[in-house]
Each structure stands twice: as C-alpha cells, then as structure tokens.
C-alpha cells in the first residue's frame, strides 16, 4: 500500500486506483499508432513513385536544355557541354542561364537559390516542415537551365530539393502532424537522390545524417520504404548497374596501403574545410555587392564560361568526370583542370546564388585531388601498392564526409555507385579521417553554414533519448498526495490552511474510499471562491482519468503530461488490480534526467591503485574524528 496521505473526514488513510482505467492510457505502444505508421509508410511510397518520374523529367530537361544551348537542336539525347564548338561564344550561354534563373527567383521563390539541402534543412527544423508547393515546379525548372547552360553541378541536388518539396505539399494538404510531414519531406528527398543515383541505402542515411535527425521506426520505415521505390524508379527509367562503373576490380589494399589512404583522409579533410570556407567566403562577397541579387548568377554565369571556354570539362553535370576519374587513366592536366578550375567555376556560381547541387561538384573535386595524392604516393613510395582508382574514390568520398559530415552517407554512397566491395576499409579510413579534421577545423558544415548564420542550430548528436531509458519504476518513491471524493471543498480548504506545504500544488489526485481512482483537479478549480462549499471535492472533477503504470518510461510519462497539461500522474500496478503505488511528479522526471547527465559529465576511475590507498585513509580519518568527537563528549 502507498504512503500517500488521503482526506476521510479529516484522517489521512491509504486507497487503491480503479482498476477500469482505460488501456490507451496505461499501455505505452497502441495499435493505432501501427496503422498510423503504415498509413505514413503508404503515403511516402506514392511520394517516391512521382519523384522517381520527376528525377527522369529533371534529367531529360537538363538534356533538352544542353542540346539547346550548345548544339542548337531540340533533342533528348544525352550530350555533354564539354564538347561543344562554339568557340568563345560560349561564355554567353552560362550568362544567358544565370539571368533566366534571376528572374524565376524574383518573380517566382527566391527559394530556389541554393543547392536545396540547406533550405530542407531550413524548413524542417524552424517552419514545421512547410515548403511553398511552387517549389516543386520552380525548383526543377530553374536547375535545368542552369545546368543545362553550363552550370558546373549536379542534378542531385536540386531533386533533393524537388522532392522534399513534393512531399511536403502532400502533408500539407493532408491531416497529418508536423512530424508526420517531416518524414514524407525525407521520404521524397531522399527518394529522389535515389532515383537519380540507385542508392538507397545511402539515401537512407542521408535521411538519418541531415533531414530526420532521429533514428526510430517511426521514420526509418517509411524512408526506408520510398528510398527502395526510388531505386527501383532509377532501374526502369534510367539505365541499370552503377552510375559510376569501375572496369577493373579493386584488390583489397595491404596495410601499409591502408595507412597511406588514412593520411590521404586527412589532407582530404583539410582541403574540404578549406573548399567550404572560401564558397562561403564568395558568397559573403556578393552579399555586399550593390547590385540587385536577381543579377548574381548572370555574374557567375561570366566566371562559368570563361572557364568553360579554357576548360570545357567543368561545363554541366560532369558524371562522366567522375567515370573516367575512377578508371585511373586520365591524364594529370586535365586532373589538375578538374581539381582547381572545376573548384573555382563551382564555388563561384554557387556562391552567386543559382539553383544548383554539392554533391556532383565535391565528388570530382574529391576525385581528382584524390587521385593526384595517389600518384604522387604511388611516385614517392611504389612497394605501397596504392590504386589509382580506390585513391580517387577515397578521395570524393572523403571530401563530401568534410564537407557535410555526413560520415556514413558518403562511404555507402561510394560503394554503392561504383559496387567496389573491396574498397570498404579504405573508405573508412579515409572517411573518418576526413570527418576527424573537419569536425576539430569547422563549426559549421557547407550544409548548415547558411543557416546557421541565420540563428538556427543544428543537431548535431543523435544519442538515446535519456528519459526513454528510465522506467517509472525506477524513480518512483511511493510517496505523493490523494485526495478522498468523500470530502467537501470546504474540508480541503481548512486542512490545506494546516498543511501549507501542499499549497504549492498545481493539480490534486482525487480516489474513492476503497482506492478506485477518479481523477484530477487543478488548484485553479480547487481554490476559486465560485464553489457551493459543502459539495464533495469529486464534483470539481472534469479530467478524464489519467494513469501511467511502472513499466512505461519517463518519455512516455512526459508525453501524457504535455498531451493532458498537467504536472503530476498517479503510478499504478497492473499486477496488484491497478492500485496505486505512487504519484509521479514533473519534479522526479527532472530529478531523474539530472541524475542521468551526470553520466557524461562527471569523470571518475573505477580502477586505480591510488584510490584504494586513498580509501583507507579516508577510512582511518573518519574513525579518528569519530572517536576525537566520543571522547570530547566523555570529557
């Protein structure tokens, strides 16, 4: 029985809660958080589906756009800008491209600036997961004809943008929660890269890493679920097998090889810390400009063809940079070309605000740099044994791990692009290596660094939920306040004025006589002077009744408080007919969660020869004074 103390006419006894509470309240998981679940999953299958349709529509546009702006035809056919014969006039045309997206920004979203992660990001975190609907046309549209004019990124990016768009207006028009939202936003973002790419898995952990910030069933289920249908997407409509085909296959490397492909990591890491503070550093540059914004991307559309005309390989998409980068064939110029001149075109345009992606950029930037590093390896140390291509895929796999921080995305992105199984622990290594520099070398990421100058955080750590640990049972004391229905208000009113500690209390347990459980009562009610005061205290109940039982955890307890907005919840005992065993109060789960943080913050050995020294001392001085305060008090 609870030491709780209960009003019968003035003597405190003991009750017991009534044993027909409803199951919904008592039981942590209900069925219909099940169908809810598979109702979300459903909802972002059909999301993928139209953005898998949407991803080969991007692409066909950003042909139809290249075959236009560079070879004058109207065509669907793949083509590729770098091998155009305009001579210098095409500088005109990335010009032609930035001023068509300035105006689609000014008369259509602004929102269309950018590369479409960031602004994701944006949205989930600060306006519950709402993206204006024209995003999902506007966006697309605008990327097309800026790749297709030249514009140095890829189509990744802005199908990200696109679908996270798409799936954001299905939970608008739907009856859903923001969470709910949130995760059909991933879904189609998530499926879109998906689709343009076949990889789900990674798309599953970009997800994870940079759009849900949570790792539960809830929204790995139904992200899980349109990444698959977004990589089924990509096998009927584009063409099969890895996006970034490898001829020959990578042998596993030796250790000394292994430990080569870490350092390369690191000067890796280095370089993305670097990429990422000067596209910033650009970016800052035009913000001071004078000039309208609108005209921005015509002025990098300039740096974009003058580039393109000296190197006409950093024009467009480039996927097939990236092809004949991994093949370890290309010459060391046109690696060169592609590292700084590809780098510069990048950073300008984006820093210029046009509507373009990250990914394709950093991984030949990744690439080339990396394959540099392994020929000079491969020059300074031939026993190593070092592999061109596993360089270069290290190496844009590890520029897009600094650069985002998005750790385990960019590793199963590499395997899955190019099926190189073997390439695992080198991609680790590198990887880690790269995340350890940028982490330690930059606050902010080239996802988050925009936002982040607008005040919003980003979360950064996705450790268990403390309070989801911790049982009721864990912290329940037994103790706690009820209130028999048999009382008048009056009664409760004089013996509150005898007992001013409980005074303080926003809302009161009300039972029967023989334990059932009533309800609750807030003080408001309890104290207004509206009351015929001869009434029993049970007449004031207007809550449903409300309980936890020990197994829940204090997740669970914190959720029925907020849902029911109040601040205490009686503890009760499905195996003892549902009695009471306690009242838990917002005042334990802070305890508990106090208590709980002391695990990462207080540091303290377990085993050290010094502190069983120091015990015994301690020991023997205690002993000591004890005995000094005995004899004083003899004396």
């Given at each position: 029985?609870?030491?709780?103390?209960?009003?019968?006419?003035?003597?405190?006894?003991?009750?017991?809660?009534?044993?027909?509470?409803?199951?919904?309240?008592?039981?942590?998981?209900?069925?219909?958080?099940?169908?809810?679940?598979?109702?979300?999953?459903a909802l972002a299958v059909a999301v993928a589906v139209c953005i898998s349709c949407i991803a080969r529509l991007l692409v066909s546009l950003i042909d139809l756009v290249t075959n236009i702006s560079f070879y004058g035809k109207f065509s669907l056919v793949h083509a590729s800008p770098a091998n155009n014969t305009m001579g210098l006039f095409v500088i005109i045309?990335?010009?032609?491209?930035?001023?068509?997206?300035?105006?689609?920004?000014?008369?259509?979203?602004?929102?269309?600036?950018?590369?479409?992660?960031?602004?994701?990001?944006?949205?989930?975190?600060?306006?519950?997961?709402?993206?204006?609907?024209?995003?999902?046309?506007?966006?697309?549209?605008?990327?097309?004809?800026?790749?297709?004019?030249?514009?140095?990124?890829?189509?990744?990016?802005?199908?990200?943008?696109?679908g996270g768009a798409f799936g954001s207006t299905i939970g608008q028009l739907l009856k859903i929660t923001h969470n709910e939202r949130k995760i059909l936003l991933a879904a189609g973002a998530t499926a879109g890269m998906s689709a343009i790419f076949g990889t789900p898995v990674a798309a599953i952990f970009l997800a994870i890493e940079l759009l849900l910030f949570?790792?539960?069933?809830?929204?790995?289920?139904?992200?899980?679920?349109?990444?698959?249908?977004?990589?089924?997407?990509?096998?009927?409509?584009?063409?099969?097998?890895?996006?970034?085909?490898?001829?020959?296959?990578?042998?596993?490397?030796?250790?000394?090889?292994?430990?080569?492909?870490?350092?390369?990591?690191?000067?890796?890491?280095?370089?993305?810390?670097?990429?990422?503070?000067?596209?910033?550093?650009?970016?800052?540059?035009?913000?001071?400009?004078?000039?309208?914004?609108?005209?921005?991307?015509?002025?990098?559309?300039?740096?974009?063809?003058?580039?393109?005309?000296?190197?006409?390989?950093?024009?467009?998409?480039?996927?097939?940079?990236?092809?004949?980068?991994?093949?370890?064939?290309?010459?060391?110029?046109?690696?060169?070309?592609?590292?700084?001149?590809?780098?510069?075109?990048?950073?300008?345009?984006?820093?210029?605000?046009?509507?373009?992606?990250?990914?394709?950029?950093?991984?030949?930037?990744?690439?080339?740099?990396?394959?540099?590093?392994?020929?000079?390896?491969?020059?300074?140390?031939?026993?190593?044994?070092?592999?061109?291509?596993?360089?270069?895929?290290?190496?844009?796999?590890?520029?897009?791990?600094?650069?985002?921080?998005?750790?385990?995305?960019?590793?199963?992105?590499?395997?899955?692009?190019?099926?190189?199984?073997?390439?695992?622990?080198?991609?680790?290594?590198?990887?880690?290596?790269?995340?350890?520099?940028?982490?330690?070398?930059?606050?902010?990421?080239?996802?988050?660094?925009?936002?982040?100058?607008?005040?919003?955080?980003?979360?950064?750590?996705?450790?268990?939920?403390?309070?989801?640990?911790?049982?009721?049972?864990?912290?329940?004391?037994?103790?706690?306040?009820?209130?028999?229905?048999?009382?008048?208000?009056?009664?409760?009113?004089?013996?509150?004025?005898?007992?001013?500690?409980?005074?303080?209390?926003?809302?009161?347990?009300?039972?029967?006589?023989?334990?059932?459980?009533?309800?609750?009562?807030?003080?408001?009610?309890?104290?207004?002077?509206?009351?015929?005061?001869?009434?029993?205290?049970?007449?004031?109940?207007?809550?449903?009744?409300?309980?936890?039982?020990?197994?829940?955890?204090?997740?669970?307890?914190?959720?029925?408080?907020?849902?029911?907005?109040?601040?205490?919840?009686?503890?009760?005992?499905?195996?003892?007919?549902?009695?009471?065993?306690?009242?838990?109060?917002?005042?334990?789960?802070?305890?508990?969660?106090?208590?709980?943080?002391?695990?990462?913050?207080?540091?303290?050995?377990?085993?050290?020869?010094?502190?069983?020294?120091?015990?015994?001392?301690?020991?023997?001085?205690?002993?000591?004074?004890?005995?000094?305060?005995?004899?004083?008090?003899?004396?």
């Amino acid at each position: 029985m609870i030491k709780s103390r209960i009003l019968n006419n003035g003597i405190p006894i003991a009750v017991s809660l009534n044993p027909t509470l409803e199951a919904e309240d008592i039981h942590p998981e209900k069925t219909g958080d099940k169908k809810r679940l598979l109702t979300i999953a459903a909802l972002a299958v059909a999301v993928a589906v139209c953005i898998s349709c949407i991803a080969r529509l991007l692409v066909s546009l950003i042909d139809l756009v290249t075959n236009i702006s560079f070879y004058g035809k109207f065509s669907l056919v793949h083509a590729s800008p770098a091998n155009n014969t305009m001579g210098l006039f095409v500088i005109i045309v990335p010009v032609v491209g930035g001023v068509i997206v300035g105006l689609m920004a000014l008369y259509g979203s602004k929102a269309i600036r950018g590369h479409g992660i960031p602004e994701a990001m944006e949205q989930i975190l600060t306006n519950n997961s709402k993206i204006r609907p024209a995003i999902t046309y506007l966006k697309p549209l605008s990327s097309a004809i800026a790749i297709g004019t030249g514009g140095p990124f890829g189509a990744e990016g802005p199908i990200i943008a696109t679908g996270g768009a798409f799936g954001s207006t299905i939970g608008q028009l739907l009856k859903i929660t923001h969470n709910e939202r949130k995760i059909l936003l991933a879904a189609g973002a998530t499926a879109g890269m998906s689709a343009i790419f076949g990889t789900p898995v990674a798309a599953i952990f970009l997800a994870i890493e940079l759009l849900l910030f949570e790792f539960s069933p809830r929204s790995i289920i139904p992200v899980a679920l349109a990444c698959i249908t977004g990589a089924i997407g990509h096998h009927v409509l584009f063409e099969g097998g890895p996006v970034f085909p490898v001829k020959e296959l990578i042998a596993t490397p030796g250790s000394i090889a292994l430990a080569l492909y870490s350092i390369m990591g690191i000067f890796i890491g280095l370089a993305s810390v670097f990429i990422t503070k000067i596209v910033y550093l650009i970016e800052d540059s035009f913000e001071k400009w004078s000039l309208h914004w609108m005209w921005w991307p015509a002025v990098g559309g300039v740096a974009v063809g003058v580039i393109g005309y000296i190197a006409p390989r950093t024009l467009g998409v480039g996927y097939n940079n990236i092809t004949d980068v991994l093949s370890g064939n290309v010459p060391i110029s046109i690696l060169l070309s592609l590292c700084l001149l590809k780098f510069v075109s990048w950073s300008i345009a984006l820093g210029s605000g046009t509507s373009g992606g990250t990914l394709a950029p950093l991984l030949t930037i990744g690439g080339a740099t990396g394959a540099l590093a392994g020929n000079a390896l491969s020059y300074i140390y031939p026993q190593a044994g070092i592999s061109i291509p596993l360089s270069a895929l290290v190496g844009m796999s590890a520029m897009f791990a600094g650069a985002s921080r998005a750790l385990l995305t960019s590793i199963i992105f590499a395997l899955e692009t190019t099926a190189q199984s073997n390439a695992l622990l080198p991609l680790l290594a590198g990887c880690s290596a790269s995340y350890f520099v940028s982490f330690f070398f930059m606050q902010n990421t080239i996802m988050t660094e925009k936002i982040a100058r607008r005040g919003i955080k980003t979360p950064h750590s996705y450790e268990p939920d403390i309070l989801e640990k911790i049982t009721i049972s864990q912290v329940i004391t037994g103790n706690g306040l009820a209130i028999s229905e048999d009382n008048t208000i009056h009664e409760i009113w004089d013996w509150l004025d005898q007992e001013p500690a409980y005074n303080s209390n926003s809302y009161f347990i009300i039972a029967s006589n023989e334990g059932m459980y009533k309800g609750i009562i807030s003080s408001s009610s309890l104290f207004s002077r509206n009351h015929i005061t001869d009434k029993p205290i049970a007449t004031l109940i207007q809550r449903k009744n409300i309980a936890i039982d020990m197994d829940n955890s204090l997740r669970r307890a914190v959720e029925l408080m907020a849902r029911e907005n109040v601040d205490v919840l009686p503890v009760v005992s499905k195996e003892n007919n549902n009695s009471i065993v306690g009242i838990l109060s917002y005042r334990d789960i802070i305890s508990a969660y106090k208590f709980s943080m002391e695990e990462h913050e207080k540091k303290h050995p377990r085993i050290s020869l010094k502190r069983r020294s120091l015990r015994i001392l301690l020991r023997g001085q205690k002993l000591y004074t004890a005995l000094r305060y005995k004899n004083e008090q003899n004396d």
